[in-house]
């Protein structure tokens, strides 16, 4: 399978979700990896589900911790992207020459000058700039102005994609992918991909052209 543009989906826990992903030719699959937090995937499961994987990324999502236990963290995770909220760390994982997502909460963050000027100063050590908030909704004078932004900066829009709307966001503006979020297992290997699937089902290219 392969995707008319670039998707990362965030917070993956199980094999379902994963194994899905990249049947689908998602790009990148995020795990969180800060220990004590909601879907906290250790070491050996993480292990258990990437094995299963091949022909996609994976990203260490961080939030509320410092470079230190980041840096730490990773000793024991094999990633291809690094996934923070605080710009602040950038300049001390640069040692680890491992692609950082910058996660933008726009719930937290509403003042788009704020965020412009963030962007500019950061944007050198940043491989992606991901916009998300956890009521999936948005303000469409906010997403002008991130699409704006996407044609200078890379941008993944990781919220307001819907069926309705996704292939023109592709089509018609420059960011570089969009963002999506795994689903909790109803049980032990038994998903409900219905709104995954809808919105990457949209997104399949024929990559043999026939």
Known sequence: MALETFVKVGKV???????????MGVDVIGFN??????????????TEITEWLAGVDFA??????????????LKQYDVQYIQINNPELIPALSIQAVPVILKVDMDL???????????????????YFLFENEQDSFDEAIQAQL???AKAYPVLLGYGVTTSNVTDLVHQSEIRGIALLGEEEIRAGYKDFDKLAEILELLEVDEFGG
Do not use: W
């Not at 990896?33 to 993480?46: D, H, I, Q, R």
């Not at 260490?60 to 963290?73: D, S």
């Not at 000058?113 to 100063?121: L, N, P």
């Open 13 to 23: 826990n199980n094999l379902s979700d994963a194994r899905y992903c990249a049947g």
């Open 33 to 46: 990896l800060v220990p004590g937090t909601e879907n906290y995937v250790a070491p050996e499961k993480y």
């Open 60 to 73: 260490g999502e961080f939030e509320g911790v410092t470079a230190e236990v980041i840096m730490e963290q």
């Open 109 to 127: 963050n509403k003042d788009m000058e704020q965020i412009k000027s963030t962007i500019e100063q950061f944007h050198s050590g940043v491989e």
């Open 147 to 149: 699409l704006e932004l």
